[in-house]
């Protein structure tokens, strides 16, 4: 094949092999950036509905209900002993309320909540060191969600069995606030920047 | 004692040197605190744990001998912990060859550390381990009947392919500082950090603290005439030491030529 | 416009290109590597513990006698970690290697998780669920049903101790049942109990101030492998340690094997096998012929010590002339196979040393020693005056506690209380016993008891496992038609039992913990419900009152509720201490002034036990009477058996009748354990006599049975002696236990006391050959 023959051949076919390579970046950049999430991530829903807002309004601090033990050690998501104190009864009409009461209030059982931040048994995190300690606000790294009406749909990671909460929302892995991710390398940033220690046993057990 | 930061030559801030000190004429051989390491440090037991070069036993008592003959022959028991060694400045023998960074040596303790979800099972730390003090996981942990019932969330359980050791109960080295984080405190007082191993001991021969604070008991007593440490000589630098007033029970812990002075 | 191959290539290309720039492969590596961290579900889950609030509650372990307070770690409602608790008068914070590992007793295997009623033969493991209900009706008809053929003498009870509201429930149903068969597990707070009885006269345990004493000649009592209570003697121990560096402490143990305690003791005397009385007997040969013993206490405060005249005006030997004549250092070592210069030297330490203290009870005190043996050494401590002193030995009487209502007992009852005892004890042949449970297979085997039993219920002991001649009891609680085990646990006896009626466990359940052995305050342990119970269990004591109440005409000595209020009600004022402090101790305690120490009718401490005489024992010889070496005459003639078995107890095999976790046998070396093969110790002297080497198979061979062993090369054992570990080779409970080596009772005979009648059998004639 002689060199004139081949270069005419080419520069007539390229502008619409160029078309495929256009629809194989497009097509994989979809599948990328919004199939593959959906399958990723199974959706769950908590087992009741739930207004952090109302709550907050009503009790005045997370810590009313996510509080510190006399150890230092920190309670985390309310037991339904918490829950009883108030809503013995119910206090309304709403049908998650009677929920509450009927399935797991009245036969004594605990609401198996879907813990969004929920990290892998081999970290170690102590709420003492960054709350009591480091003065850290809840919202640096749980976000708004004190101000939030409904509880979240919580997507689970059917590869890991983590929160979504975990990596982000942002599939990217982009964040735009401090408590957009809950990453070791999040984690680590902020220890960077405060010169905090960073040996593995500060936050692995 | 105020608090001290010590600049070491590393440049790494040098908070608490924590050690321990085992008397050996104390220690009894009993074995209590192998298995209260295991029952905090949830690990676990097979049907057979005969193979001692497979069974775990992050605290594991050894028995010497002064190799004589009926009746001068004496025995002597050394409970062998991780010695943390801090080699010099940190380069402890299993964390200079890691290649995963799952083991650290932490300059606010002095304590190195395994993180089992980072190691991927090569076994080179093993081998540089001069202790024996790792031990791989050759299977899955198996808990029998409501064992599971009995593990602590303070310990992550281990899965199989990956190394693990005792971390000087760092578990309770967090604890004790959540505990006084809720007090207001930034120190940690001497028996608020005590590990499994020292707590259960009946019969005290295992004394555990912050080598750096002569307030601590260790502190004097790693002083003694009679301290010593194991393989001293390799300049691991570890953090256990070991009392005995039987010169040739100090003379085990090392190697040493036939004709050789020890200490 | 077609594809074509071009076009496909582009198109790959494009999407290759896209997918790198999408999270797609990043995200999956992220998310698989960190699957891999656990292979989450392959093939396992690695268990994941819950976190919860953290609950410590305090309690005292039963697994042994030793009364440790404990103090439980708490996730919610799951246990997770046993620790010694802090200031508690016994262990102050430490913790024995059984105690930490109880957790396994909780929630480990072989647990028994309801009455069960057996469905096949005997031992075929069997089982047909019962309802509690339906269970105690059955037991209660069939007991109530020999009662009225007149045989309510015939139902025993095998218990493992026989002190504390539980044992006294069992005592009391029997009472009012009407038979006075309660049977306690030997050990040689027997033989103590018996010898204080005589020689001081008080119902009392030998209480050793360990803490206080400053020269330690233990006659192979393993002081630091589980003897007494053992936290509390480890502590003892260190602080010995302490002393002895400045010179001012000494540790001698007088042992055939180099044990721990031996190798932590300042001197081993390695003596032959059995021979221990003799050697203090040639003690107190040197001290009284040097006239080292302290003349004030000897003159004043004894008896026996010089010859004596009785009523009849017959002069009766004493002490002095006794040991002057028969045990001088030159027999004395040609018994004991020490020197006689060891023997001076030793004799002169002990009796000039600061606060001496001569400890008997070999290895962990589990068998009784003879009556004589005891009193023999326990003479030392008369000798140097160390009755009731620092330091000393002392007759620790119990905690008084609330006595229970008279037992409401009718005709059938007081019919059955009559009859004799069946293992004898009580009866002319050995008078001044009060149980002896090994008695029962030799009467039993040759049909010579009084007559045959016809029911046993057995609690917190078992047995099949831990007793001498492991063959021949099991072949005479077979041939009793009734069993009733109360066992937690499916252990060896549980399984030859016809109904299990399964009890709490040490952290279910309230009890009372008694002053456990030697030591030197009383005291008594609550132990509490640490966690709700696991399994379909009852407490024992509520068993046992429910059986009360329902086997006809006794119904009325079991008034009580429930265990809980009976409980309460006989610790009286001393409740809410119990409940508070998790332990009473009576910290008024101090031992009598010798004037008004001894409640015998000499009022003097009687080295001549008169009390023998009085209960029946007659004898021309006064040697009878007084402290004595006896051999032991163990069977077998020495040709076919040249060599002596010994045990080796160990603090990391629990070899009673709580069996031995697998934490602790993980942590059995493999000089002792490997595989499924036990080794026994042999000096390499005796090996390279019989031809073996280390880790040889050989069999081991006693007049009692044969069993195949390993050997294992030990310089700390005496020429002539093989040593063989204690608590392995269980046959019951779970894989994790059943099948590992071999249990040592079953090489091991039993060897009468001619007085006490308790069996005093420290080892066995042996023989050991090598297969090829």
């Given at each position: 094949m002689s060199a004139q023959h081949e270069k005419k051949e080419s520069a007539a076919s390229s502008p619409i092999v160029i078309v495929f390579f256009i629809i194989g970046l497009a097509v994989s950049l979809f599948v990328g950036w919004s199939i593959f999430p959906k399958l990723l991530y199974s959706q769950k829903k908590q087992p009741i509905d739930f207004s952090h807002s109302i709550h907050l309004d009503a009790v005045g601090d997370c810590e009313s209900c996510h509080f510190f033990r006399e150890d230092g050690s920190f309670s985390g998501i309310p037991e339904l002993s918490n829950c009883v104190e108030c809503h013995e009864e119910a206090q309304g009409e709403d049908p998650e309320e009677i929920k509450l009461i009927e399935n797991y209030i009245e036969p004594n059982k605990e609401i198996p909540w879907l813990v969004y931040s929920r990290q892998p048994d081999c970290v170690f995190f102590s709420h003492a060191a960054h709350v009591k300690m480091g003065e850290l606000e809840c919202k640096t790294c749980h976000g708004m969600i004190g101000e939030s009406d409904h509880v979240e749909i919580y997507e689970e990671n059917r590869i890991t069995g983590y929160s979504r909460n975990i990596w982000g929302k942002s599939i990217g892995g982009f964040k735009s606030n401090t408590w957009d991710r809950m990453k070791m390398d999040d984690c680590a940033e902020c220890h960077e920047e405060h010169g905090t220690n960073q040996a593995c046993f500060v936050c692995h057990k | 004692m105020k608090e001290e930061h010590k600049e070491g030559a590393h440049g790494h801030k040098e908070k608490y040197k924590y050690g321990m000190v085992i008397d050996l004429d104390k220690c009894t051989g009993c074995g209590a605190c192998m298995v209260a390491c295991m029952t905090e440090n949830n690990v676990p037991f097979r049907k057979d744990e005969s193979n001692k070069l497979v069974s775990t036993a992050w605290m594991r008592v050894f028995k010497a001998t002064n190799g004589k003959s009926y009746p001068d022959i004496d025995v002597c028991y050394f409970p062998r912990p991780?010695?943390?060694?801090?080699?010099?400045?940190?380069?402890a023998p299993c964390v200079s060859v890691c290649p995963a960074t799952a083991t650290d040596y932490n300059y606010e303790t002095g304590i190195v550390s395994q993180i089992y979800t980072r190691c991927f099972g090569c076994r080179y730390c093993m081998a540089a381990c001069p202790y024996h003090a790792r031990y791989f996981n050759w299977w899955d942990p198996v808990w029998p009947d409501k064992m599971e019932k009995a593990l602590s969330p303070d310990v992550s359980p281990r899965m199989r392919g990956v190394v693990e050791k005792c971390s000087f109960c760092f578990h309770r080295f967090q604890r004790a500082r959540d505990h006084a984080y809720a007090e207001g405190r930034r120190e940690i007082r001497e028996d608020e950090y005590q590990t499994a191993c020292t707590q259960a001991c009946p019969a005290d021969a295992i004394i555990f603290g912050d080598l750096n604070n002569p307030e601590h008991k260790v502190y004097k007593l790693k002083k003694s005439p009679y301290a010593f440490r194991l393989l001293e000589r390799l300049g691991t630098n570890p953090k256990v030491y070991y009392l005995s007033t039987r010169s040739w029970v100090r003379r085990a812990g090392d190697n040493y030529l036939a004709g050789e002075r020890s200490k | 416009m077609s594809l074509g191959r071009r076009g496909f290539l582009q198109f790959c290309l494009g999407a290759g290109a896209g997918i790198t720039f999408s999270p797609l492969p990043w995200k999956l590596m992220d998310d698989i590597s960190i699957w891999s961290q656990t292979f989450r579900g392959i093939p396992i889950e690695v268990p994941v513990p819950p976190v919860g609030e953290v609950n410590i509650e305090k309690s005292v372990c039963t697994l042994c006698p030793g009364g440790c307070g404990i103090s439980v770690r708490k996730i919610k409602n799951r246990a997770v970690k046993i620790e010694g608790a802090e200031g508690h008068p016994i262990n102050d914070g430490g913790i024995c290697i059984l105690g930490v590992a109880g957790l396994y007793q909780l929630y480990g295997g072989a647990r028994v998780k309801g009455p069960l009623k057996r469905a096949g033969n005997r031992g075929e493991g069997k089982w047909e669920e019962i309802s509690w209900s339906a269970a105690i009706s059955e037991i209660s008809k069939k007991l109530s049903q020999i009662r009225r053929n007149g045989s309510a003498h015939t139902v025993a009870c095998i218990s493992g101790k026989d002190r504390g509201t539980v044992p006294q429930l069992f005592k009391r149903l029997l009472t009012a049942y009407g038979s006075p068969n309660f049977i306690s597990m030997p050990s040689s707070e027997d033989t103590e109990r018996l010898g204080l009885k005589l020689m001081q006269g008080e119902d009392a345990s030998v209480g050793y101030d360990l803490e206080n004493a400053r020269y330690i000649l233990s006659f192979g009592s393993g002081l630091i492998d589980g003897w007494g209570s053992p936290v509390r003697v480890f502590r003892a121990n260190s602080a010995w340690r302490e002393e002895a560096v400045k010179g001012l402490a000494k540790v001698v143990q007088i042992e055939p094997r180099l044990s721990n305690t031996a190798a932590k003791a300042d001197r081993w005397v390695p003596i032959a096998p059995g021979t221990e009385a003799a050697l203090a007997l040639g003690f107190a040969h040197v001290i009284i012929k040097e006239r080292r013993y302290n003349k004030n206490f000897v003159m004043n405060h004894c008896f026996g010590f010089e010859d004596w005249t009785d009523n009849s005006g017959k002069v009766h030997k004493g002490l002095k002339r006794m040991v002057l004549k028969d045990y001088s250092p030159d027999v004395v070592s040609e018994i004991t196979g020490i020197s006689v210069s060891k023997i001076v030297a030793l004799a002169r330490e002990f009796a000039r040393a600061k606060r001496p203290l001569a400890v008997c009870g070999r290895g962990k005190g589990s068998t009784p020693e003879g009556l004589q043996e005891f009193m023999a050494i326990y003479a030392l401590n008369t000798l140097v005056g160390n009755i009731n002193k620092t330091g000393g030995v002392r007759a620790l009487p119990e905690v008084r506690t609330t006595a229970w209502p008279g037992v409401a007992q009718d005709a059938i009852a007081k019919r059955g209380m009559n009859q004799p005892r069946f293992d004898r004890a009580g009866t002319k042949a050995f008078p001044v016993t009060e149980s002896l449970f090994n008695q029962l297979s030799g009467l039993m085997n040759t049909g010579k008891g009084a007559y045959t039993l016809s029911a046993l219920l057995v609690y917190g002991a078992n047995p099949y496992y831990t007793a001498h001649d492991k063959a021949a009891v099991a072949e005479a609680l077979d041939s009793i038609p009734f069993i009733v085990s109360f066992s937690s646990h499916m252990d060896e006896t549980a399984q030859h039992a016809d109904f299990i009626l399964p009890s709490h466990t040490n952290l279910e359940r309230y009890e009372d913990v008694p002053t456990p052995a030697g030591l030197n305050v009383p005291i008594i342990g609550l132990s509490r419900p640490v966690v709700d119970p696991e399994y379909d269990t009852k407490h024992v004591g509520d068993t046992v009152i429910a059986l009360g109440k329902s086997i006809d005409g006794i119904a009325d000595s079991f008034v009580w509720d429930d265990y809980e209020s009976l409980l309460k009600e006989t610790m009286g004022g001393k409740w809410d201490t119990l409940i508070g402090e998790g332990y009473w101790k009576d910290a008024g305690y101090s031992p009598a002034a010798w004037s008004s120490g001894f409640k015998t009718p000499s009022g003097k401490f009687e080295f001549f036990a008169t009390g023998l005489y009085r209960a029946g024992i007659r004898s021309h010889n006064d040697n009878d009477y007084l402290p004595r070496y006896k051999p032991v005459v163990l069977e077998g003639d020495p040709g076919s058996y040249p060599l002596v078995l010994i045990p080796i107890e160990s603090t990391r095999l629990a070899d009673g009748a709580v069996a031995n976790p697998p934490y602790l046998t993980k942590t059995v070396a493999d000089t002792v354990l490997k595989n499924n093969d036990i080794f026994v110790e042999v000096n390499p002297k005796t090996a390279a006599a019989y031809g073996l080497s280390e880790g040889a198979v050989a069999m081991l061979k006693t007049p009692t049975g044969e069993v195949k062993v390993r050997t294992h090369m030990y310089e700390g054992v005496r020429p002539g002696v093989v040593a063989i570990p204690t608590g392995?080779?269980?046959?019951?409970?779970?894989d994790y236990l059943s099948g590992k080596g071999v249990n040592a009772n079953e090489v091991i005979g039993t060897v009468e006391d001619p007085i006490s009648g308790l069996d005093i059998a420290w080892g066995s004639r042996a023989s050991l050959v090598g297969i090829i």
């Open positions: - | 991780c010695m943390h060694c801090e080699g010099e400045h940190g380069h | 392995l080779g269980h046959s019951a409970y779970d």
